[in-house]
C-alpha cells in the first residue's frame, strides 16, 4: 500500500506539529500533535502553517496521534511512504525519542523504516539537478498558479496528484530551465557583490533571496534565536556560513541551500 504523507515541525527542535497522510485509495488521515515543549513553536511556523501555540495545547500527543495512525493504517500489505525532500525523515527521528506507547512506537518505526524521498524521482523525471518545490510541479501540471498554505494534509495530496500524473507523462525537454544550470559558488566567492539567486528549501519551505546580504538578513531575523548576541561581524559570518553549506553541500540553520548566478 503506498501512501503520501507529510509532516509539519518545530522550526529548531524538529518535532512533529501535525500530520497529514493520504493512501492511494484515496483513505486520509490529519492530525495535530503536541510537541515535547510547545514553548519550542516559533513565530516563523505560526505564520508558515498557521498552527499556534494554543492549537497545541490541545492537541493529542505524540502518544495518541501515532497509536491512532497506526490502527488507520491497512496492515495487509507492505505499507511505503512517499515523502517529498530529506527533512521528514529528521522529524520522524527527533519525534519518535518522545513516543513511549507501544503503537506510536510501531507507528513511526513503521514510517521510518519505509520512508521514501520522492523528490529524487521528479529530479530524475524532469531532467533537473537539484531539488525544486513541491508546489511548482503541481503548478506545472495544473497549469495555475497556486497559493500554498504548508498545511500536511494538502501537501500529502499535492505529493499524491504529482506520483499518479508522472506515470503517464514523458518528458523529452525540462520545463523548468532554470533547474537544469550547474550550481556552483565559484564566481560569486571571487565575487561577493555580484547579484545572484539564492534558495533555502526545508521540506515544502522554499525562500529566495538576491544576494548573500539579503539572505543573512533574512537569516537573523527570523533564524537565529533572539537571545543569541548579534554583532557587526554577524552579519559577515552568516555570508560566510551559507557559502560553506553550498560547497559542502550540508545544512545550515534546518535549510538546504543553493546559488544560481
Known amino acids: 500500500m503506498k501512501y503520501f504523507i507529510d509532516f509539519e515541525a518545530t522550526e529548531y527542535s524538529n518535532e512533529i506539529i501535525s500530520i497529514g497522510c493520504v493512501d492511494e485509495n484515496g483513505r ?23 498552527i499556534t501555540a494554543e492549537d497545541l495545547q490541545n492537541a493529542p500527543t505524540v502518544n495518541e496521534a501515532f497509536s491512532e495512525f497506526y490502527n488507520w493504517l491497512d496492515k495487509s500489505d507492505k505499507v511505503r511512504f512517499f515523502v517529498y525532500g530529506n527533512s521528514d525523515k529528521i522529524f520522524v527521528k527527533r519525534t519518535l525519542k518522545y513516543a513511549t506507547d507501544f503503537y506510536a512506537q510501531c507507528s513511526l518505526g513503521l514510517i521510518r523504516s519505509n520512508l521514501i524521498n520522492f523528490s529524487k524521482d521528479v529530479n530524475n523525471h524532469f531532467l533537473i539537478s537539484r531539488d525544486i518545490s513541491l508546489i511548482k510541479i503541481v503548478e506545472y501540471y495544473r497549469g495555475e498558479k497556486i497559493q500554498q498554505r504548508h498545511n500536511a494534509l494538502d501537501d500529502a495530496y499535492y505529493l499524491k496528484e504529482i506520483y499518479e500524473n508522472m506515470q503517464n507523462d514523458d518528458i ?15 564566481n560569486s566567492k571571487n565575487n561577493p557583490k555580484e547579484i545572484c539567486k539564492l534558495e533555502a528549501i526545508r521540506g515544502n519551505i522554499t525562500m529566495t533571496f538576491p544576494s548573500y546580504k539579503k539572505a543573512a538578513d533574512w537569516v537573523m531575523q527570523v533564524l537565529i534565536p533572539k537571545s543569541a548576541v548579534i554583532t557587526d561581524k554577524t552579519k559577515s559570518k552568516v555570508c560566510n556560513n551559507i557559502r560553506v553549506s553550498i560547497e559542502k553541500d550540508k545544512l545550515y540553520c534546518g535549510f538546504k541551500w543553493y546559488l544560481h548566478n
Open 172 to 186: 523529452a525537454e525540462c520545463p523548468f530551465p532554470e533547474y537544469q544550470l550547474d550550481l556552483t559558488v565559484k
Open 28 to 50: 486520509e488521515f490529519y492530525s495535530l500533535v503536541q510537541p515535547h515543549k510547545i514553548e519550542k513553536l516559533t513565530e516563523f511556523i505560526t505564520d508558515l502553517t498557521g
